[in-house]
């Protein structure tokens, strides 16, 4: 098979889908790689690496995305959508709930397009986890750094000083991101509590945490009396494939101290609040309500390096297999890639996408 590695054009993004690692799997196991000169340079990966794992180095986008698999790390801006055919299969994040002109353009084109964060292996989603935890980890980075007031923060101090208490973390979600941001946040010293739904989960949490964090359970009551006391608010929901729910209005805002700060990590998938739009690392925040909003699409961009390790470490085996058994053959033999499957020959095969967008759903039939 023909596999292209596309030099990413997202703002600031500096992933890369393959790195020279998988490159060489590939090429051993009787492929043919194709990555765009110049794809690997934001990840710390020269040309040259990739030439000698035996990856043949294309000039152009176009040669690239020429082949029978594409491998990329975003979402296809605009600028890329002619690239999208019949009989392409796309491997990517996608986050299609969120975004209809790139799901009427896979429609329109026939693209098979299989999304890493609909991959789910019971109630695991295998290729996003690494990502969350970096996203998880870097919310408490970012939200301490715009919490000076050099940024226009209230600035507070997470982890305070002897005399002084801690500032105040309260992160919505407490799956992979959000277990994540509460590590982080905990470990600097922090006052932390995350809201779950999940029984299970917050017992879970409660352990794995050392009681470092507290966990509340996810109600509007419960929210509305927290957000006085909150210096950074996170939010960490997710329901696999679908919108995020909008958890947050604009009047819950305005309860919560001037000058604190939002991060929104459920913004690939819309936000959680009312005020959410999405920012680039160019231009990462926006005041609402007297509340500083960090609302970056592709967060673990920042990161590129530890990012692109993580990602291709759990996508690799799931490429290889596309690679040597075929797109239909490799679905039938790993259950767990059906759901990562959102579109396929101009229908939308992924029902939370479908119901996202108010348009029909094809259930698969091989």
Not at 41 to 59: I, N, P
Not at 179 to 195: C, H, M, P, Q, Y
Not at 224 to 247: F, N, S, T
């Amino acid at each position: 098979m023909k596999i292209g590695v596309p030099q990413e054009v997202k703002v600031k993004e500096h992933r890369v889908a393959a790195a020279p690692a998988t490159a060489r799997m590939l090429v051993q196991a009787g492929h043919e790689v194709l990555v765009q000169a110049g794809a690997g340079l934001g990840s710390g990966y020269s040309d040259e690496l990739y030439a000698r794992c035996g990856a043949r180095l294309v000039a152009t986008a176009a040669e690239a995305w020429s082949a029978d698999l594409v491998l990329k790390v975003k979402e296809p801006v605009p600028e890329e959508f002619g690239f999208l055919r019949p009989g392409l299969l796309l491997f990517t994040y996608l986050h299609l709930a969120a975004n209809r002109p790139l799901t009427d353009a896979l429609v329109r084109s026939g693209t098979t397009g299989l999304a890493y964060e609909t991959v789910q292996l019971g109630r695991r989603l295998p290729l996003l986890e690494p990502m969350s935890e970096i996203a998880g980890r870097m919310s408490v980075v970012v939200g301490a750094y715009y919490l000076s007031k050099a940024q226009g923060g209230a600035g507070v101090l997470l982890g305070g000083v002897p005399g002084v208490l801690p500032g105040h973390v309260l992160i919505i979600g407490g799956g992979t991101a959000g277990i994540n941001a509460g590590r982080v946040a905990a470990g600097i010293g922090a006052e932390v509590t995350i809201l779950e739904v999940d029984l299970e989960q917050m017992r879970f949490l409660d352990i794995s945490l050392h009681h470092e964090a507290h966990t509340l359970y996810s109600n509007e009551q419960n929210l509305l009396e927290m957000l006085p006391q909150v210096d950074l608010l996170i939010g960490a929901v997710l329901v696999p494939g679908a919108k995020a729910p909008r958890l947050i209005r604009r009047e819950m805002l305005r309860v919560m101290k001037p000058g604190a700060v939002f991060v929104d990590i459920a913004i690939d998938q819309g936000g959680c609040a009312e005020t959410s739009r999405p920012t680039t690392h160019e231009h990462p925040i926006y005041v609402e309500e007297d509340t500083l909003h960090y609302c970056v699409t592709n967060m673990p961009g920042a990161y590129a390096r530890t990012a692109t390790q993580a990602l291709t470490n759990a996508t690799t085996p799931y490429v290889l297999k596309l690679a040597n058994l075929g797109f239909e053959e490799a679905l039938r033999q790993i259950p767990e890639l059906r759901p990562g499957l959102n579109t396929h020959a101009g229908a939308i095969t992924n029902p939370a996408v479908a119901a996202a967008h108010n348009l029909l759903y094809h259930e698969l039939k091989f």
